[in-house]
């Protein structure tokens, strides 16, 4: 996957790539905590976002088997638009991709997104897929095709709404992960558990006049 993103970014005259499963020190806790509080803005500013979904795999009668990626060299092949055609809503929105915690951003805060399935195939971009990410998350194409969405307008409960059904792997994430959703920054306490929610809680109620957040952050955390 790493290779191929940067094959693609070549591609796209991009000069360089950033992942953050690779580009975060994680042994470093400044450095993370840096990252994160930061990676709203990464994401926002990039000229291109990458999305793979590795686990969206489609039957393809054209090519006799399971993928589209049958190439003998392992490369990948660019989808027709008959193939596209192939890939069902349904096995997009049963992607882990449209679960995790951390993705969300990356599927907000871009101005462009690239979705590419199982053998870096090219499925479409965020603009021309707007009522099909919409019906899949329940984020609303005006905020998904918005170049600088402005959450600050969108309710706390509505954006909350949006991380419902997400998960993260450590309970402290699940809070961290939605520091840029609402554009603030505190220091990562990994350990502190379901406290992370209280901390996020608070610093969502210093700047909002949505007092319905301390109920949505404690639904969340349940």
Same mark, same amino acid.
């Given at each position: 996957?790493?290779?191929?993103?940067?094959?693609?970014?070549?591609?796209?005259?991009?000069?360089?790539?950033?992942?953050?499963?690779?580009?975060?020190?994680?042994?470093?806790?400044?450095?993370?905590? $840096?990252?994160?509080?930061?990676?709203?803005?990464?994401?926002?500013?990039?000229?291109?976002?990458?999305?793979?979904?590795?686990?969206?795999?489609?039957?393809?009668?054209?090519?006799?088997?399971?993928?589209?990626?049958?190439?003998?060299?392992?490369?990948?092949?660019?989808?027709?638009?008959?193939?596209?055609? %192939?890939?069902?809503?349904?096995?997009?929105?049963?992607?882990?991709?449209?679960?995790?915690?951390?993705?969300?951003?990356? %599927?907000?805060?871009?101005?462009?997104?690239?979705?590419?399935?199982?053998?870096?195939?090219?499925?479409?971009?965020?603009?021309?897929?707007?009522?099909? %990410?919409?019906?899949?998350?329940?984020?609303?194409?005006?905020? %998904?095709?918005?170049?600088?969405?402005?959450?600050?307008?969108?309710?706390?409960?509505?954006?909350?709404?949006?991380?419902?059904?997400?998960?993260?792997?450590?309970?402290?994430?699940?809070?961290?992960?939605?520091?840029?959703?609402?554009?603030?920054?505190?220091?990562?306490?990994?350990?502190?558990?379901?406290?992370?929610?209280?901390?996020?809680? $608070? $610093?969502?109620?210093?700047?909002?006049?949505?007092?319905?957040?301390?109920?949505?952050?404690?639904?969340?955390?349940?």
């Amino acid at each position: 996957m790493i290779i191929s993103a940067c094959q693609q970014a070549r591609q796209d005259n991009l000069a360089y790539v950033w992942i953050d499963t690779c580009c975060i020190d994680k042994s470093s806790s400044a450095e993370l905590s $840096e990252a994160i509080n930061s990676m709203w803005r990464y994401y926002e500013r990039s000229a291109m976002c990458y999305a793979y979904l590795d686990d969206v795999d489609v039957f393809d009668p054209l090519r006799g088997g399971h993928g589209v990626s049958n190439a003998s060299d392992g490369s990948s092949e660019e989808l027709t638009s008959k193939q596209v055609d %192939l890939i069902d809503e349904k096995d997009l929105a049963r992607s882990r991709w449209f679960t995790r915690g951390w993705t969300l951003q990356e %599927l907000i805060a871009p101005a462009r997104v690239a979705f590419y399935i199982k053998g870096w195939n090219f499925v479409g971009y965020k603009a021309t897929m707007g009522r099909k %990410l919409e019906r899949i998350t329940g984020i609303g194409t005006e905020i %998904l095709m918005e170049h600088w969405p402005k959450l600050d307008t969108v309710s706390v409960a509505r954006r909350m709404s949006w991380a419902a059904k997400r998960e993260t792997t450590r309970v402290e994430d699940m809070a961290y992960c939605l520091l840029g959703i609402f554009d603030v920054n505190m220091p990562l306490l990994y350990g502190e558990g379901e406290k992370a929610f209280v901390r996020l809680q $608070e $610093e969502i109620m210093k700047d909002s006049d949505d007092h319905r957040s301390e109920e949505d952050v404690s639904d969340i955390a349940a």
